[in-house]
Antibody, heavy 128, light 108 residues
Framework: QVQLQQSGPGLVKPSQTLSLTCAIS??????????WNWIRQSPSRGLEWLGR?????????DYAVSVKSRITINPDTSKNQFSLHLDSVTPEDTAVYYC??????????????????WGQGTTVTVSS | SYELTQPPSVSVSPGQTASITCSGD??????ACWYQQRPGQSPVVVIY???KRPSGIPERFSGSNSGNTATLTISGTQAMDEADYYC???????????FGGGTKLTVL
């Protein structure tokens, strides 16, 4: 059974970096059939996908346009986990942050992207 | 950017059928997922790849996707089905995950 365990601070000061970690059990961050995602949720934005990391002979990342200049998602193969770093945060970044595994592939040239396992969520408040 | 639109709320009586729609340009050409989220909990996938149901999800949950609309149908709705439901698709052109705005299902 795959599980994702999130960790990280719940309070971050404006202009600082938000950092969260997602530890994986029951699967590998280096899996050739999965992608590892960060999503956030706030009343104003709903569910917002932030980005992903995945391994297909080498490591790749994709980031949402809204945070592309501030975000980094890194895999850590030694600890079988991945992390989120969001720079220069403002109160607008206050949200519940989730990590999630996606099973990703295609049938008849149509891509599917199913986020089948989610972490427990971390409430992050940006405030001085 | 690609957008998915859901009704903010849907109401249903216990035992009746609830239908939640998700609209997007040529959504039927993509695969759609549906997530259920109860208050204070993480989202749980209830339908993936348009109409597949994960193990452990009751048979009363079903999905379809054609044209510009994907639909989540809950037959014989129970009080425990009251939750927020989100559709999601993958936009290959932008390499982005897209979520709908969510629908609050109320079982009256």
């Amino acid at each position: 059974q795959v599980q994702l365990q999130q960790s990280g601070p719940g309070l971050v000061k404006p202009s600082q970096t938000l950092s969260l970690t997602c530890a994986i059990s029951g699967d590998s961050v280096s899996s050739n059939s999965a992608a590892w995602n960060w999503i956030r949720q706030s009343p104003s934005r709903g569910l917002e996908w932030l980005g992903r990391t995945y391994y297909r002979s080498k490591w790749y990342n994709d980031y949402a346009v809204s945070v592309k200049s501030r975000i980094t998602i890194n895999p850590d193969t030694s600890k079988n986990q991945f992390s989120l770093h969001l720079d220069s945060v403002t109160p607008e970044d206050t949200a519940v942050y989730y990590c999630a595994r996606a099973k990703w592939g295609s049938w008849d040239a149509t891509a599917y992207y199913d986020m089948d396992v989610w972490g427990q969520g971390t409430t992050v408040t940006v405030s001085s | 950017s690609y957008e998915l639109t859901q009704p903010p709320s849907v109401s249903v009586s216990p035992g009746q059928t609830a239908s939640i729609t998700c609209s997007g340009d040529k959504l039927g050409d993509k695969y759609a997922c549906w997530y259920q989220q109860r208050p204070g909990q993480s989202p749980v996938v209830v339908i993936y790849q348009d109409d597949k149901r994960p193990s452990g999800i009751p048979e009363r949950f079903s999905g379809s996707n054609s044209g510009n609309t994907a639909t989540l149908t809950i037959s014989g709705t129970q009080a425990m089905d009251e939750a927020d439901y989100y559709c999601q698709a993958w936009d290959s052109s932008t390499v982005h995950v897209v979520f709908g705005g969510g629908t609050k299902l109320t079982v009256l």
